[in-house]
């Protein structure tokens, strides 16, 4: 995926031929600064507005414009009292490009994403300071993982957490997931739907991790038609390969937990039982 546009005089230029770097090392370059009418990136929880903090409510409702990809967006678009410019993957540059126009022009401009930035989201996080070349400040928000971990009871201090949900080479994140398996609790946000919760059972058991392992898939969460999937590492695995959303019976809002051996009793699963029903 290229780079947003900046905006150099007269002339739109590609923001790559100034900085190289993958966009999540900008948005981690340095701590944030204090600035003068900063805009924001708001972490609007998992999608549930119930979720939604009282202060990241308050800046998306402030905002002359709002930026994010469509189905976030959409999530908000009731507090919304600006202008909105939603994006997919295809037209992501033009769409920031013309968010950047309407901050350089004045307006309060708020990026919003899932969950909490700081979990899943500095790619966009890190488009968005290209595109604007100013200080975003992180509002956090609630994020998919913490319901899950409370869903699961796996602290997060003895939890190893990756993101599989974003672009580009995936191979060190996948390597933490195998040298803890067993040792730790696993809590995964899967890519759809090339990386989804089979595809990541059967590299842990490639790696050597037990078959045995208590897996939980959590669809949804806090949504009306939140699901659970109980089952073990091995059951999980008959689930791998596929591209499509046809290709898996987990939904593209779905995160991976994957108890640590000594967690549950005689280290095992349920026997590749599956159950699904409606959560809280």
């Known amino acids: 995926m290229n780079p947003p546009l900046a905006v150099s005089g007269d002339n739109v230029t590609d923001a790559s031929d100034f900085d190289d ?13 204090s600035a003068d009418g900063p805009l924001y990136a708001v972490g609007i929880g998992p999608g549930n507005l119930e979720y939604l903090t009282p202060r990241g409510e308050r800046t998306v409702r402030e905002a002359d414009a709002v930026v994010g990809f469509e189905t976030v967006v959409d999530y908000v678009a009731e ?9 997919g993957y295809d037209d992501e540059r033009e769409t920031l490009r013309a968010f950047a126009d309407r901050v350089a022009d004045g307006a309060a401009g708020t990026a919003v994403l899932m969950g909490d930035p700081n979990f899943s989201g ?4 890190g488009r968005v300071e290209r595109a604007v070349d100013r200080p975003v400040r992180v509002i956090p928000g609630i994020s998919s ?3 899950a971990a409370s869903r699961a009871r796996t602290p997060m201090e003895d939890s190893t957490f990756v993101t599989l949900h974003k672009r580009g080479d995936l191979a060190a994140d996948r390597e933490r997931l195998r040298a803890d398996a067993g040792e730790r609790h696993l809590l995964v946000l899967p890519r759809p739907y090339d990386v989804m919760p089979g595809d990541v059972a059967a590299d842990l058991l490639d790696a050597g991790a ?3 392992l208590t897996a939980l898939v959590y669809e ?14 091995g059951e999980l695995a ?9 290709e898996t019976p987990f939904s593209d809002l779905s995160v991976l937990v994957v108890r640590a051996e000594t967690a549950d009793s005689g280290g095992g699963g349920s026997g590749g039982a599956d159950s699904r029903g409606e959560g809280s």
């Open 122 to 125: 500095y790619q966009f996080l």
């Open 210 to 212: 037990s078959d045995s």
């Open 145 to 147: 993982l913490q319901i």
């Open 220 to 233: 949804r969460l806090t949504h009306d038609d939140e699901a659970v999937t109980r089952t073990s590492l």
């Open 79 to 87: 507090r919304v009292d600006g202008e909105t410019f939603a994006c």
């Open 21 to 33: 770097r993958p966009p999540e090392a900008v948005a981690a370059a340095a701590p944030e600064q």
């Open 238 to 246: 008959t689930h791998a390969g596929g591209s499509g959303p046809d």
